[in-house]
């Protein structure tokens, strides 16, 4: 009895008679055969995250789902972008959820560009009070060292500037602000009613991320929607 445990431990699955044949476990739409790869070969493909080719052979993982934007790209597949301007269009003011390796939300901003728009970019880092920054004259303090004296510059508002230096043919201005989940309810609320104060102004907030790109009018992110209703 002794003998044949030893001669069962450490034996494949397929090989060991005692052990029951496990049906393949489905996780995350794939398919992982354990009957053929060992489980603790499976943990170590996901700790090292790495494995040779003996295990490339015999362990077998099928995924389900594919579609067409596996074989062309989905960078390239989007059929969302005339929904994605009538939305600029009637809401004006959006927050958009991008995917996390980035890349994708130029193909939105060259379609808003196709159609005639100019484009101000700005990260929500750093950028103080929003009304100040885009529609008053601002002071600016810039970096001392320690040994200059502190001085304080004034800039004219960023938005009410670039306006005025807009083309006659430009469609409007696209206030596009990244990181724009650091902002506080209040300062989100001022961008979703910039395009009411500036009427050619249209604002796009990055406000976090998603598994694909999606997005929101910005007034309902910032709580202005049941306002207006009530």
């Known amino acids: 009895m002794a003998a044949t445990a030893c001669l069962n431990y450490g034996a494949p699955a397929s090989l060991n008679p005692q052990q ?49 934007g596996d074989f062309i790209g989905g960078d390239l597949v989007k059929p969302d972008l005339g929904r994605w301007l009538s939305d600029v269009e009637e809401h004006k003011a959006l927050a958009i959820y991008t995917p996390h390796e980035g890349g994708y939300e130029g193909r939105y901003l060259n379609r808003l560009r196709y159609q005639g728009y100019y484009f101000l970019d700005l990260t929500a880092r750093g950028l103080g009070d929003p009304e100040t920054t885009l529609t008053k004259v601002h002071p600016v303090c810039p970096a001392h060292v320690g040994k200059q004296p502190i001085a304080r510059w004034y800039f004219p508002p960023e ?52 598994r694909k790109v999606v997005w929101k009018p910005l007034k309902e992110i910032a709580g202005l929607t049941a306002n207006e209703g009530a």
């Open 20 to 68: 029951k044949q496990q049906p393949p476990r489905a996780r995350n739409n794939c398919l992982i055969d354990t009957t053929i790869m060992g489980k603790r070969n499976i943990m170590m493909m996901g700790l090292r995250g790495r494995y040779n080719k003996a295990n490339k052979r015999v362990g077998m993982v099928r995924c389900s789902g594919i579609g067409i």
């Open 159 to 210: 938005v009410d500037y670039r306006l005025a230096a807009l083309p006659p043919d430009a469609k409007g201005l696209v206030v596009w602000i990244i990181e724009a989940k650091v902002l506080s309810k209040s300062e989100l609320q001022f961008l979703a009613l910039l395009p009411t104060l500036r009427p050619k102004v249209r604002v796009i907030a990055e406000c976090g991320n998603w």
